[in-house]
């Protein structure tokens, strides 16, 4: 979207449309992108997911830019092929495009470094993308009509499931060769940088996606005694069930855990209908705070800290810390201090 974005801007500025695209990408890395000109002011890229078994590998992200005289903001249209948000509880209002926040800060960036602060207007499109929405969770989330234009870091990691796992374990066996026993788990980007900003450095962090289970058993074999896991509550939910890999096409079940735990705490059932019917962790802990039943997220933590410390073996601490969707701290296991001074950076 970004290439598409910035080519299109050029092209209409200049006079004649680039083959190649340079972007920056928020983690640092430069991306130089083959240009398809479409219609005048229109450009799109082709995606390249590599290894990553993503749906929209190969598709043409088009992008057409109305460069407006006056001063002002850039906004962002969804046209063909980018679904709609149409349920409370994600990362945008009803409504929006689902267009994340990231990839329009991206396109905003490259924008206003060709524009300047002339206001536009970014129409993304996906030829075939509400085909493509069908082979996603979009529906269950209330996105209609198209796919998502996701990203935090503005290009694919290696998702193919073991290519991931043996990407993960060389980092694991390089922290231990370095003699560490304690470790921060994270399950992304945003995860991590919320946790440096409250607590400040750990002495090693791994991203470990999806695969929190497989991850603390190879952790173990390899001397780890002590792992904090800290992330969004609507991924980590699922282990308070059990659930060790909380990808989505494995297992899902965080509306049903979150109405045990609000039946436990004396809910009514008219209460655990509502919940029920929720498509996302935002929209039941909208809920779950109207209802005063925020004690149910320790509970939470406290049994998926409990199910960690069981695939463990008890050969370490694993202790957990639930993020909220402001990246603030929801709840945190009992143990969650105790593995913190660990895991935490002392300084000299």
């Known amino acids: 979207m970004t290439g598409g974005a910035a080519a299109a801007a050029i092209w ?4 004649s449309c ?27 890229v082709v995606k390249d997911a590599g290894d990553d078994p993503d749906v929209t590998n190969g598709s043409e992200i088009v992008t057409n830019v109305q460069i407006l005289e006056e001063k002002g903001e850039i906004s962002f249209v969804g046209g063909e092929g980018i679904g709609r948000i149409t349920q409370e509880g994600l990362k945008l209002p009803v409504g929006e495009p689902a267009i994340n926040p990231v990839p329009r800060q991206m396109t905003e960036k490259a924008l206003r470094e060709i524009i300047g602060d002339r206001a536009a207007v970014v129409t993304v499109s996906v030829p075939g993308g ?4 069908r082979r996603t969770f979009n529906p269950r989330l209330g996105i209609v009509g198209g796919i998502s234009i996701l990203g935090t870091t503005g290009i694919v990691r290696p998702m193919s499931e073991e290519a991931m796992k043996d990407s993960l374990l060389v980092e694991l066996d ?29 002495t090693c962090v791994l991203q470990v996606s999806n695969y ?4 603390i058993e190879e952790a173990v074999e390899r001397g780890f005694t002590d792992i904090l ?10 282990v308070a069930s059990g659930t060790m890999n909380t990808h989505s096409h494995v297992a899902d079940g965080r509306i049903e855990t979150i109405c045990t735990h609000a039946a436990l705490h004396g809910a009514s059932r008219e209460v655990i209908q ?28 406290e049994k998926a800290a409990f199910y960690c410390c069981k695939t463990a073996h008890e050969m370490a601490d694993v202790a957990m810390i639930f993020l909220d ?24």
Request: charged residues 25%; hydrophobic residues 40%; negative net charge.
């Open 12 to 15: 209409q500025l200049t006079g």
């Open 18 to 44: 680039p083959d190649v695209i340079k972007v920056e990408t928020p983690i640092g890395k430069v991306l130089y992108l083959d240009v398809i000109p479409k219609e005048f002011g229109t450009c799109s």
């Open 130 to 133: 509400d085909v493509l929405a």
């Open 174 to 202: 390089m922290y231990a060769r370095q003699g560490h026993h304690s470790i921060l788990f994270v399950l992304g980007t945003t995860g991590e940088n919320a946790l440096k900003a409250r607590y400040g450095e750990f």
């Open 212 to 215: 929190i289970g497989f991850m």
């Open 229 to 238: 896991i800290g992330g969004f509550v609507g991924k980590l939910v699922k």
């Open 274 to 301: 509502k919940i029920y019917q929720c498509l996302t962790t935002k929209a039941a802990m909208k809920i779950v705070e109207e209802e005063n039943l925020q004690d149910i997220w320790a509970d939470m933590a």
């Open 325 to 348: 969707g402001d990246n603030e701290i929801l709840a945190e296991s009992s143990n969650a201090k105790r593995v913190l001074d660990k895991v935490c950076r002392k300084e000299d």
